[in-house]
């Protein structure tokens, strides 16, 4: 096969004429000058830079002409309905965000029932034609966990509480009812529930399926102070929990994150309303981390509020006022101006420290 190549090779090199002299003799010993070359063609990269440029003006006529034949409609305001960045919001699309503001999701699918029976009605709804719902509260959480395209449903319309047992010192509540709404309900009765946070807006039955906590050592998470539940599930219906009701699964759905189904009502262990007396001081670092185990020990509730950039923690204890000797009769010691000082200048110093810095941010993004 070398063999054929190279004869190939030599043949096309006897068939090519040879090199044109610059001058031919003629016989009459005249000169003839030899005819010019002809003109050299466009290379291919030109016809390539010629191709691709008209195909970009024809993109930007497209452009351009779609753009004057299309307006934008009115309600074409929410940049997140859809792929398109200005496509108008369907109606039948709901936003749904967080409390924080810093998440949202859109979805067709968000439902808030009003009784049991229509939570129910959709639970199974969605259990028949294998559509995912997720229970969501309020939406406390920053990183936006709750939060689902697929579909949602909200108990905010099964707010009420059912019934108080004072002697026993027990409350069965909805579980889309709010923390301040039931502790500002039983307080009539001189209950409040053993433990919460100071943020009051979570609904009862999102605080006890995420095994929230308060600010006591010794107060158990809000999660234990269940001792029984009504749980809507999809292929079992509404099933009742309690310690002496199926106690393994009891256990397990108390904190559930609502894997198991969702959660309708709740029976809740208050104690009695107590007056707290609460003293804030300022901190560094430094003494928290040696101070930290007697401070736990010695209050009920302890507070750290670490403010960044700084070695400053602000504390806050909160302590039952004495039955016998009762709240402080003494006047505080510093004027409320005095108090807020502090804040004041932190504040200030903030915002000449970081304003560029932050107006850089806000630029970029």
């Known amino acids: ?42 290379s291919a990269s030109e016809k390539e830079f010629r191709k691709y440029a008209g195909y970009a003006a024809l993109a930007l006529f497209s452009g351009a002409a779609t753009y004057f034949s299309f307006p934008f409609p009115e309600n074409a305001k929410h940049k997140k309905a859809q792929i398109f960045r200005y496509a108008p919001l369907p109606e039948d699309l709901h936003t749904v ?43 406390l959480s920053p990183n936006g966990i709750g939060l689902s395209r697929s579909g949602m449903v909200n108990l905010a319309l099964m707010d009420k509480v059912l019934e108080v047992d004072k002697e026993k010192k027990r409350v069965r509540v909805q579980a889309g009812i709010r923390v301040q709404q039931l502790v500002d309900a039983i307080q009539e009765y001189g209950l409040t529930l053993q433990n919460f946070a100071s943020i009051r807006e979570q609904q009862i039955g999102g605080i006890i399926q995420v095994g929230a906590h308060g600010t ?3 107060l158990p998470p809000i999660d234990e102070q269940v001792i029984g539940m009504k749980l809507v599930t999809p292929a079992k219906g509404t099933i009742e929990l309690s310690k002496d009701k199926d106690p393994e699964l009891f256990h397990l759905a108390r904190c559930g994150l609502g894997g198991l189904g ?31 185990k007697k401070l736990l020990s010695t209050n009920k509730h302890v507070k750290y509020l670490y403010i960044p950039y700084t070695d400053t923690v602000v504390v806050v204890t909160c302590n039952p006022v004495s039955k016998w000797s009762g709240a ?33 941010v806000v630029i970029m993004s």
């Open 1 to 42: 096969m070398l063999r054929s190549l190279l004869l190939r090779r030599s043949n096309a090199r006897s068939l090519r004429p040879p090199f044109p002299p610059l001058r031919t003799l003629c016989t009459s010993g005249q000169t003839l000058t030899p005819a010019p070359p002809p003109p050299i063609s466009s």
């Open 262 to 292: 969702v959660v309708a009502e709740v029976t809740l262990q208050c104690v009695e309303r107590q007056e707290l007396l609460e003293h804030t001081y300022v901190s560094t670092l430094e003494e928290i981390k040696k101070n930290h």
């Open 97 to 139: 965000s967080n409390w924080s503001g810093t998440h949202e999701v859109q979805t067709r699918n968000f439902n808030q029932p009003e009784t049991l029976a229509d939570l129910e009605a959709l639970v199974k709804e969605a259990h028949e034609k294998k559509n995912r719902i997720r229970p969501v509260g309020s939406g």
């Open 328 to 360: 402080p009769k003494d006047k505080p010691k510093y004027t409320t101006e005095e108090a807020l000082k502090h804040v004041r200048d932190l504040y200030r110093e903030s915002i000449v420290k970081y304003r560029y810095r932050y107006a850089l």
């Open 216 to 218: 006591g050592a010794r």
